[in-house]
């Protein structure tokens, strides 16, 4: 059981004050939605969990299984079991995605384990063919260099490989529906729920409901102007869809 505590998180770019005191929960099982209009600060709460520099905290926690990570560098917080599925993957040309992959595998063995060797060569390939073929994707992926020249949805499946592969206790996936057609919407949504586990927990990040068509969320929030103002189920997630966003505005005077 993991648990992903965030308490009163308030964070600044710039000098600006972005997020104004966060409260969210997450538990292993749990799917979460946060939704919300663009610049409402839903990529600031991704970045300022994962540790960005460019975002400062300035008030409030946030605990992943009861230890503090907001001390932490990225990659401390990644082998603690958090990751994020960034809504712009960036190109790493010269790197494959199979080195990638097993690079941050043995990172995070080593990370548990200081004496640990890697995974073995045909224990990775094994692996990865498996979780290749839950996200539907051929082969040559894995020898072709990371994002370079891949499509949108090649990007956001690879983001997802990456998860499958890591299998982190608390995945944020921050507008992985974004510029996605229908198909390959269904493919990563499809992909996501193929290699959720049980014992993991997820934050969807997301501006439009029709991802959650397909990742049928236990708890939609609601952030409007850096604070969650809305929670409820799935059918919150509806009512935006038909209702935008406007009489949330004007319930919380935002
Ligand atoms: P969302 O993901 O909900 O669209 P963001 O978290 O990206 O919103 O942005 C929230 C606000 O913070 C916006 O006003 C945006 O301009 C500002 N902001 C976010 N990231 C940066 C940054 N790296 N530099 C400057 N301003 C930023
Ligand atoms: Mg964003």
């Known amino acids: 059981m993991s648990e992903l505590v965030i308490n009163n998180l308030q964070v600044s770019v710039e000098d600006t004050e972005i997020l104004k005191g966060v409260n969210l929960t997450i538990k292993s099982g749990e799917v979460h939605a946060v939704m919300g209009p663009n610049g409402t600060g839903k ?13 400062k905290i300035t008030e409030g926690e946030a605990t992943l299984d009861g230890k503090d990570l907001l001390d932490l560098d ?11 599925a960034f809504q712009y993957p960036v190109a790493v040309p010269g790197v494959s995605v199979a080195n990638f992959l097993r690079t941050a595998i043995n990172a995070h063995r080593k990370g548990q384990n200081p004496e640990d060797k890697g995974i073995s060569i045909p224990d990775f ?8 073929a839950l996200l539907d994707m051929d082969e040559s992926f894995a020898g072709r260099y990371l994002n370079d ?4 949805g090649e990007k956001k499946r690879v983001e997802i490989l990456q998860m499958a592969t890591l299998e982190p206790k608390i995945s944020i996936l921050d507008e992985t529906d974004s510029g996605l057609d229908i198909d ?3 493919i990563v949504a499809h992909g996501i729920k193929a290699v959720n586990k049980k014992d993991q927990g997820i934050l969807v990040i997301t501006h439009y409901q ?4 397909y990742i049928t969320p236990d708890f939609v929030h609601v952030m409007l102007n850096g604070r969650i103002v809305e929670s409820g189920g799935p059918e919150l997630a509806l009512r935006l869809e038909e209702e935008g966003y406007e009489w949330l505005r004007e ?3 935002v």
């Open 43 to 55: 990529s600031t709460l991704a970045y300022a969990l994962m540790g960005h520099p460019k975002y």
């Open 74 to 84: 990225p990659n401390e917080r990644s082998k603690l079991g958090l990751f994020l």
């Open 125 to 132: 390939r094994k692996k990865l063919k498996e979780k290749m």
């Open 149 to 152: 020249g891949f499509s949108g």
């Open 184 to 186: 390959a919407l269904k």
């Open 210 to 213: 029709r991802i959650l068509n």
């Open 251 to 253: 319930k919380h005077a």
